[in-house]
Structures are given as structure tokens and as C-alpha cells.
């Protein structure tokens, strides 16, 4: 009975979504794997590869919503400085599941892609990710699914300015063609809209070097939800919520009525 009762709230949730506006670009920090698992006496990796269901559920939802990209913080720059251990369990986890989602991303006309410092990630990692990357990059992709892995704002934007600083250098650019379009498509989320939409899930109010540049006009919203709880009714509860804020850019709220009328 409490199964079908979920599930019919989760039903009437989904409807209430679709007949208002979709995100294009919805981004997450999944955070909350580690204290999840501890606070129930668990291993840290026994979280993440709890929440790496929440990955799978999440992913489906989005691209049944429509979403045309979602971009996922799976992996920080900082995360590296982590018990070793731990790491390792990830990377692990990260492996397994590009082997086991080929089917569901193909099926399902989704299209991987991934934003960071990949050079850093073992052979083991970088191996079925480039593989999985190509094979969804040539079929027709309804959405795009970025896992952000070894991934760090400052950094990213470091690596667009050395970029532009080396054409500069070469004469390939000049200095005053420099502008917010150039450096973007330096950043290692090039091609992408700026995410509409950035979510951070476990209770902690920061956005951890989590898109610095791109989510300058994004609605930030902020849950207690663990990332291993979070699932379909987390999406969709963080839709609803965006879908009641009024998005104005540096304009008035007449102007955006006005536009809108």
C-alpha cells in the first residue's frame, strides 16, 4: 500500500513538472555518499555505490523530463586528497559503472561526455570512458550526460587563461578579441549551455569549486536530502522549486512580465 501510494505521488509530482517550464541545464553536486553510510554504521564506499543508483535513477528521470543536459560532480580536483582507499573504491566504482550503462545511455539516446582533468584518472578509469564517449558521440543524443571527474572551477578557468595566454603568445589571437565567448570555449565544459539549475544535495550550503564561471545566473538550490535518497522524487521536488522562481537576468520583474505577456 505505501508503495503505491509513493508511487502515486511521485505520478502527480511528475505531472505537476511537465505542464511547467524544463530546465535545459540542470547540474548536481552529489553530496552526502560518506555520512549516509556512516550514520547507518556502514563503510564510506557502501554510500557511493548507493549513490551511484541515485545516478542511474536520476539520469532516466531527467531524460524522461526532457532535459536537453545534466551534468553531474562525480569527482572534485580536491577529492584526490582523500584516504587512498577511499579513492580507490571510487575510481573502482566509476570503471564499473561506464561498463555497465553502455546499453542504458545508447538505448536511452543519451550522449556521455566528461569535464576535467582526465589526464590525472588511472587507465582503468580513462580507458572505458574515452570507449563510452565515442559510441554514444556517434548516435543521436537526446541529452547529454557530463560526469564532472578530477574536476575544479579555478582550475578549469587556470587552464582557458593559459590557453588563451599561449595564442596571444603565438599571434594566433589578439589580446582584444579576448571576451567572455572565447574563454568559454576554453573551459572544459565547452559546447554546454550554463546550467539553469545547480543543485547540491547532503545538507551543506557551498558550491565547492563546482562551475564557477558557468553557473554565474544559475538558481542555486541547496537540500538536506543525501545524494543516496535523493532518486526521481528529489529531481522533480528541486523542478517544482525552480519552476516557482522568476529568473530576471539584471532586469525588473515588469520587464519580465512584460516579455512573458
Known amino acids: ?15 505537476e513538472v511537465r505542464r511547467g517550464r524544463i530546465p535545459a541545464h540542470v547540474a548536481i553536486v552529489m553530496d552526502g555518499n560518506g555520512r549516509w553510510a556512516e550514520a547507518r554504521g556502514l563503510p564510506r564506499v557502501a554510500g557511493h555505490r548507493e549513490g551511484s543508483e541515485s545516478v542511474r535513477a536520476v539520469t532516466r528521470e531527467a531524460r524522461k523530463l526532457g532535459l536537453s543536459a545534466l551534468t553531474l560532480y562525480a569527482f572534485s580536483a580536491q577529492n584526490w586528497l582523500r584516504p587512498r582507499d577511499e579513492v580507490g573504491a571510487l575510481m573502482d566504482l566509476l570503471r564499473e559503472y561506464l561498463l555497465s550503462e553502455r546499453a542504458e545511455l545508447c538505448d536511452n539516446q543519451i550522449r556521455l561526455e566528461a569535464a576535467g582533468d582526465l589526464a590525472r584518472l588511472p587507465s582503468r578509469v580513462r580507458e572505458p570512458l574515452a570507449e563510452l564517449r565515442g559510441v554514444t558521440a556517434g548516435r543521436p543524443a537526446r541529452m547529454v550526460l557530463t560526469l564532472a571527474l578530477s574536476y575544479g572551477s579555478r582550475e578549469e ?3 582557458a587563461a593559459r590557453s588563451l595566454a599561449s595564442d596571444v603568445a603565438a599571434g594566433r589571437l589578439a589580446a582584444e578579441a579576448i571576451d567572455e565567448e572565447e574563454l568559454g570555449r576554453r573551459l572544459w565544459t565547452a559546447g554546454l549551455p550554463d546550467p539553469d539549475l545547480v543543485i547540491r544535495t547532503g545538507g551543506e550550503r557551498r558550491l565547492s569549486n563546482y562551475l564557477l564561471w558557468q553557473a554565474a545566473y544559475a538558481e542555486l538550490l541547496f537540500v538536506d536530502t543525501p545524494w543516496p535518497e535523493f532518486r526521481e522524487i528529489g529531481l522533480l521536488s528541486a523542478l517544482r522549486d525552480f519552476q516557482r522562481r522568476e529568473r530576471r537576468f539584471g532586469k525588473t520583474s515588469a520587464q519580465v512580465a512584460a516579455e512573458h505577456g
Not at 500500500?1 to 505531472?15: E, N, T, W, Y
Open 1 to 15: 500500500m505505501k508503495d503505491g501510494a509513493r508511487a502515486r505521488d511521485l505520478d502527480a509530482l511528475r505531472a
Open 157 to 159: 578557468i587556470v587552464h
